[in-house]
């Protein structure tokens, strides 16, 4: 039997889930992966890319990203190396309805560049009142359900969602936040909130949401996720829930590897964020808790426009783009932590991949040949030009960055070159 | 980065809050208040300093009070003076903040006397200027949100050296809501930066913001201790939607531990001054016999008042 087959010759192969790291060529045969090294037999190349001095590693899966306008937000996100991302149901309407996630999927499907997941609205409208339907919905394609930023205040409401969505061994993700402690919020209740006059969220907004999802989740043995995390305190509530046994695992915004509630600086409205950047500390807890693996990274990516963030901080929508600095976000991390690639990628490929239970973020033999082929050293400095997506919002605008996505590839096609 | 009310050469364009502030560039704001008080006291209550400018009055936020004491520092200076009600008028119709500073732009000001409710609001106009090049148009901040609001602090400071000379071993108390005071703020950052021995922040913790003392304060929940051998008091007003509720219990509960009375002020030094930024509660934050007592010099604040914001604007159109 003879395959056409493409190969990518010459790459620095690294593959997070195996721990391999080295250089090889790769070979891809009908839209998987069909052997890394020597090509097998009867397997001729009828393609081959030269990806000397560039590493090559899964698609990257993102846990969590907004897609305003569906084309132009995949478009960005496959610049950003991310073949599989999951999208939350804070959609227009939400994703409360199988219609509307069935369209959904179709639609991106169509367009044919990342793979997209939609998390379900665990209630209708996302309103905390009445269950969604989990069912349907799920059979339309989610692999979750969420309520994105809003809260379930209804206690015994959360815990009859956790327990109908455990009957079918549904995943729950949440994003841990009190919604009476947030309550007018928009900045970390500490130091810069208190000098610039803003309205400050504490960390017990968080915490307390954390201690009551897992209190409910351990009686309903659902399958947690928690979205999102922001504080030190709340790492320590989830590594103490883990070491205690229980099944459960959570993310971290990109952006709170990096930032602080400083970087708010005079009001700077791209720093506000949901939930917001706390102290340094909280920062460097994160840090510490993506590092031993606790926590995966996501990119949060929300696109603003220019009207939503042209306000008043505290008027100012939250959120940042992020699709597209998310790998070179992580490779900066993984340089300032002087951690191995293997370890710094597996956060953002076979860890989520992983989490979301999907066939992804692996080069391993016989895998969908989702890869990324990047160059760790090439410099660019972002701009409201460089980003793909519709939303130019971010903190790290005029920031230099170092690593780039030159080709992204899904099912062995070639979806993005640079 | 860059302080966005100095420009490279470190002079004052816009004055959008006293954090950072140099404290020459604060000692040369009072400075001249000091030359300026003397035009108010003359028949002809006018110099040309601002002669053929136009200062712009855009309130967001209603207060006749600020407002009119802006104008008539602008008149003194011979501006021409254009008062917006803005609460009334296109930001009801849909208009953005930055879409109405494009179009008093494009009226050719040359100065906005800004008021907003949300913190940062003169900040956000200050950086669209700086984008557009104009740097000959100036922002004063008369107020934002729980932000800011530099020319009470200035005046504030104004006042305190008047009466007590010296900085360098005042002790200075700031009693009530600073959660929600913008006022509190400047004062807190203009009193670090002037060196005041001591500033202490009294009020319950519903009242008090976290990590305040990061600011350089000393938290006192108890005004006994909060107020002992002071030399100046700073009594702040207490919002009427903040009394009954979730802050706290009653007004009536508030006046019986925080309020000043002449048994409280006695515990400050004998020559202690007692300052308010108006308009007062009589009842609930002070004491009539305290505000119409020989220690209180709330009256001369409203002077020196004017003389400051002549100042801020006259320093403002030189640079």
Known sequence: MKKQALQIRNARLIDPKSGFDGLGDLFIAEGRIAAIGPPPTGLTAARQIDAAGLIACPGLVDLSSRLGGIEPELNAAVAGGVTSLACPPDTKPPLDEPGLVERLVRRSATLGLARVYPIGALTQQLAGE??????????????????????????????????????????VRLRPQDQFLAREGTAHDGEVAARLGLAGIPVAAETVAIATALQLASQTGVRLHLSRLSSAAGVALVRAAKASGMQLSCDVAIHHLHLSEMDIGYFDSNARLDPPLRSASDRDALRTAVREGLAAICSDHTPVDADGKQLPFAEALPGATGVELLLPLTLQWAAQEKLPLALALARITCDPAGILGIEAGSLAVGSPADICLFDPEECWRVTPETLRSQGKNTPFLGYQMSGRVRMTLIDGRIVFAA | MRNPQLNSNGELTHLLSIEGLPRAVITHILDTASSFLKVSHRDVKKVPLLRGKSVFNVFFENSTRTRTTFEIAAKRLSADVINLDVTRSSTAKGETLLDTVDNLVAMHADMFVVRHAASGAPHLIAGHLRRLGRNDVHVVNAGDGQHAHPTQGLLDMYTIRHYKKDFADLTVAIVGDILHSRVAR???????????????????????????????????????????????????????????????????????????TPAMLALAKPDAIVMHPGPMNRGVEIDSDVADGPQAVILPQVTFGIAVRMAVMGILAGN
Request: net charge neutral.
């Open chain 1, 130 to 171: 009445k269950l969604a339907e989990m069912n349907g919905l799920a059979r339309a394609g989610c692999i979750g359900f969420s309520q994105a930023r809003q809260a379930i205040v209804d206690t015994q409401l959360l815990l009859r969602a956790m327990q109908y969505a455990a009957t079918f061994g549904y995943a």
């Open chain 2, 186 to 260: 400047s004062d807190i950052h203009a009193l670090t930066t002037l060196g005041a021995a001591e500033v202490r922040a009294v009020g319950p913790q519903t009242l008090l913001p976290t990590a305040i003392e990061k600011m350089g304060v000393r938290v006192c929940h108890d005004l006994l201790a909060g107020i002992r051998d002071c030399d100046v008091v700073i009594m702040l007003r207490l919002q009427n939607e903040r009394m009954n509720g979730a802050l706290l219990p009653s007004a009536r509960e508030y006046f019986s531990c925080y309020g000043l």
